[in-house]
């Protein structure tokens, strides 16, 4: 009458590839999604057209032998729009974003700016007073994730200026998508 239960951790700060390659790899959840793209993802979590960055709570979730990839993502994707919907309500009513989607891109860059976790209320702060006096962010996450999977884990001064839409030295204002996986820490600053 008992079932066995197995885990899987999906980390703070994660961006979308490393959350299907965690799931990919868990030798318990039975893989339905071989290597369909990201947006046949979302659609067939119901949500066609949004990207899927930003949108998967991270947390250590159990389940029990049977479990999909697709079961395992949108039980994931329910916790974010929870975790989400909570601070949303829970916000400053002063805030220079103007919607919970607003919310998940600042929460993202956060999460990423973020080296202990006491820091995340001054770094919102930072981000918000920025966001108030349209000057531009100017985060290094968010040039990182415009620069994908050929970052080499050095920024130089020709990346800072590149226009990719997720540069914030370049561009004012919030890049388009979440850059990671907020927690409910960098959620709430």
């Not at 700060?13 to 999604?33: K, S, Y």
């Not at 050929?150 to 990719?164: C, H, P, V, Y």
């Amino acid at each position: 009458g008992q079932s066995v239960s197995y885990s899987l951790t999906l980390l703070e700060g994660w961006n979308i590839r490393q959350v299907r390659a965690a799931v990919a790899a868990h030798d318990v959840l039975e893989q339905t999604l071989g290597d369909r793209d990201d947006d046949t993802l979302m659609t067939i979590l119901g949500r066609p057209g949004v990207h899927p960055e930003g949108r998967f709570f991270p947390d250590t979730y159990q389940f029990t032998r049977g479990t999909t990839d697709v079961e395992f993502l949108r039980r994931a994707m329910e916790k974010m729009d929870q975790e989400l919907a909570a601070a949303w309500e829970a916000r400053a009513e002063d805030l220079p974003i103007k919607d919970a989607e607003e919310a998940l891109i600042l929460a993202s860059i956060i999460e990423k700016e973020t080296g202990q976790v006491e820091e995340r209320p001054e770094i919102a702060g930072v981000f918000s007073r920025r966001l108030r006096k349209g000057m531009k962010l100017q985060t290094d996450p968010t040039v990182i994730y415009g620069m994908g999977e050929r970052f080499d884990g050095n920024i130089r001064r020709k990346d800072l200026r590149e226009d990719t839409p997720y540069n914030t030295y370049v561009h004012h204002g919030l890049p388009p998508t979440p850059i990671a996986m907020p927690g409910r820490g960098s959620l709430r600053a």
